[in-house]
Structures are given as structure tokens and as C-alpha cells.
């Protein structure tokens, strides 16, 4: 099983970015797919989750708003739109697959997000 993370760089407060994670090497029908991020010294954090299957979402309250995850089940891609970026949002960023429960039992690589102020 991979996850390839991509679409992380360095963007001025204020902009877009749009990540993108290509999922393989197994069927991930009936998998919940999320983002997560861990910025300078701090824990890890969950943005958002989908629904392989059903396409449904769920954001925790802290994190409604600016970010929007979705997936193309054609093309494997669990993508996450992050807009209005902010300083603070400066992390790596990271999906991760669960098929059981809620841990996730599958991890992408990561990909740095700077955003510059």
C-alpha cells in the first residue's frame, strides 16, 4: 500500500494550495481517507476525512471553513483544497487510510506546506 502525497510548497499568507494523495496498491473501498498536518513543535492534527465510498466528510469544528477535502475514485485521488493560508498553517501535511476504526492504519510520506507572511 502507498500514499503519495504532493502539491505542498511555499505561498504568501492569503493564497491556495491544493494537495493532492494518490492512493495504491490495494482496493480502498470501505477506507475513510484524511489529512492531517504536524507544524514546528506541534502535535499532529486531523483537517478532515472521506468517505471512500459514500463521498461523505467530516471536519472537525476547528477546521470548518477555509479547507476542503475530496476524492476522484477513478483516478485514486484524495485531494484536500486549502484556502485563505495563514502563517500558522506552515506544517507538513500528511493522508492516511483507515479501514478499521478510528486509527489509521496507513501513511503517506508528508508534504512541507510554507506559507510566508
Known amino acids: 500500500v502507498q500514499l503519495q502525497a504532493s502539491g505542498g510548497g511555499l505561498v504568501q499568507a492569503g493564497g491556495s494550495l491544493r494537495l493532492a494523495c494518490v492512493a495504491s496498491?490495494?482496493?480502498?473501498?470501505?477506507?475513510?481517507m484524511g489529512w492531517f498536518r504536524q507544524g514546528p513543535g506541534k502535535d499532529r492534527e486531523l483537517l478532515s476525512a472521506?468517505?471512500?465510498?459514500?463521498?461523505?466528510?467530516f471536519y472537525p469544528n476547528s477546521m470548518k471553513g477555509r479547507f476542503t477535502i475530496s476524492r476522484d475514485n477513478v483516478k485514486n485521488t484524495v485531494y484536500l483544497q486549502m484556502n485563505s493560508l495563514r502563517p500558522e498553517d506552515t506544517a507538513v501535511y500528511y493522508c492516511?487510510?483507515?479501514?478499521?476504526?478510528?486509527?489509521?492504519?496507513?501513511w503517506g510520506q508528508g508534504t512541507l506546506v510554507t506559507v510566508s507572511s
Open positions: 496498491g490495494r482496493s480502498f473501498s470501505g477506507y475513510t
Open positions: 492516511a487510510a483507515s479501514g478499521d476504526g478510528p486509527s489509521y492504519q496507513y
Open positions: 472521506i468517505d471512500w465510498n459514500s463521498g461523505e466528510t
